[in-house]
């Protein structure tokens, strides 16, 4: 029972252009979403949060929509930098209890 | 990732054997999680502790797997009589509170087994 999925396995994207990483969930009770970074060998790295009494939320390059009536968030990133090349996982949780569930991620390869 | 620090990096062990990982949470933050990826996988929830109790263990095996966050120390997540399937990266979060605050990851410990 995959709660959170991220349809897109990779996105290729030339540096400078925006890049979108699409996320969709299936239990109504999620209230947080979340959004890691990560490089091999290394955890994940937060990046940018949203509660679910807000659309958006954004922080330099990196902005997090969501749209509660079709369970879906998405993640901008403009202007891509060859750095941001990584695996984007999002994650939701809900209020009490506060464990994350993940979705499979999207590998991000920006080319220069 | 700094400030959780996970270790051993790198546990090899062969089948039967005991596998021990720690995890120190980031300075001030008394809520530890554990997650598992599997290769080409998302991380896998497993058990949520605090200082001296199991808060949820819903994503923990039935058998062989144990974690444990004592009073002083690290949290240690126990994996008894390993098996090839028990490979896999594992990783520590910490956060400060229950309410709604980022968890930060640890660099993770990658287990195989032989």
């Known amino acids: 029972d995959q709660q959170v999925k991220q349809n897109s396995p990779s996105l290729s994207v030339q540096e400078g252009r925006i890049s979108i990483l699409n996320c969709d969930y299936t239990?109504?009770?999620?209230?947080?979403f979340l959004w890691y970074k990560k490089y091999p060998a290394e955890g994940p790295t937060f990046l940018i949060s949203i509660s679910s009494i807000k659309d958006k939320n954004e922080d330099g390059r990196f902005t997090v929509f969501l749209n509660k009536s079709a369970k879906h968030l998405s993640l901008h990133i403009v202007p891509s930098q060859p750095g941001d090349s990584a695996v984007y996982f999002c994650a939701a949780s809900r209020a009490a209890g506060n464990k994350l569930t993940f979705g499979g991620g999207t590998r991000v390869l920006v080319k220069p | 990732n700094a400030g959780v620090m996970q270790n051993p990096r790198h546990l090899v062990r062969r089948r039967g054997q005991e596998a021990r990982l720690r995890c120190s949470p980031m300075k001030g933050h008394s809520h530890v999680y554990w997650y598992r990826q599997l290769p080409e996988e998302g991380l896998k929830f497993m058990v949520y502790l605090q200082k001296e109790n199991i808060i949820d263990e819903s994503g923990m095996p039935k058998e062989r797997f144990s974690a444990e966050f004592p009073k002083e120390g690290p949290s240690i997540l126990r994996i008894q009589q390993v098996v090839r399937g028990d490979s896999a990266a594992y990783f520590c979060?910490?956060?400060?509170?229950?309410?709604?605050?980022?968890?930060?990851f640890g660099d993770g410990t990658r287990l195989s087994i032989l």
């Open positions: 239990n109504s009770m999620f209230d947080y």
């Open positions: 979060a910490s956060s400060p509170t229950i309410s709604n605050q980022p968890q930060h």
